[in-house]
């Protein structure tokens, strides 16, 4: 892992370092393999997109203003990669757009500590957080999109808003959407 940000790495790169581009790749590949797979939930097709992503970051790389977040820049790249994907694909399901490692009951009790939940409420958790990603899948792309770029991600709204090229205002007023229509859905 290099201890240089991606400012430093990108003008390492851009002086003639191709080194530094490829550490950059290494250190931000699985942060946005993670993100694009909540998009296609499919390995191949995330880590495709991944790849589309990274050569398209090259391609532009000249033009990212190094006074700027580039995790912002990166997940926008991102972002349109998977949208026109998905529009190739004429199928725009985002499906299981959160995804929690199964823990296994026998492990768990294994471990248990006495400070530690039960096993029982690790299961009401699990369960928990099953039914809030079968409510999530439901939600409109519009409010699922800034709820998981803030929540998940934790982009403040302003950079959602930069991200996703819409006024701070309509950004805040989704995300208000989003979290009514999830409460909305969880009591039905």
């Known amino acids: 892992m290099s201890h240089k940000t991606p400012a430093q790495l990108i003008s390492d ?9 490829e550490i950059l790749i290494a250190e931000k590949l699985p942060y946005v393999y993670r993100y694009l797979f909540r998009y296609v939930y499919n390995e191949e097709d995330a880590q495709e997109l991944a790849q589309d992503t990274f050569v398209k970051v090259w391609k532009k790389i000249k033009h990212f203003d190094i006074n700027k977040n580039f995790n912002t820049w990166l997940l926008t790249i991102a972002r349109n990669t998977a949208i026109d ?29 006495d400070d530690e939940p039960l ?47 819409m006024p701070l205002n ?4 989704r995300k208000l959407r989003g979290i009514k229509l999830l409460r909305l859905q969880k009591n039905d």
Not at 13 to 21: H, I, P, Q, T, W
Request: net charge negative; aromatic share 10%; proline share 2%.
């Open 170 to 173: 309509t950004v805040k007023t």
């Open 85 to 113: 994907f998905l529009r190739k694909k004429k199928e725009i399901v985002f499906s299981d757009l959160i995804h929690d490692d199964d823990l296994e009951q026998d492990e768990f009790e294994n471990s248990v500590v």
């Open 13 to 21: 790169y851009l002086k003639g370092d191709n080194e530094a581009f």
């Open 119 to 165: 096993p029982s409420e690790i299961y009401e958790k699990q369960e928990a957080v099953e039914a809030l990603e079968k409510t999530l899948k439901e939600l409109p792309l519009k409010y699922r999109e800034i709820l998981i770029l803030h929540y998940r991600e934790g982009f403040s709204l302003s950079e959602v808003a930069v991200m996703l090229k």
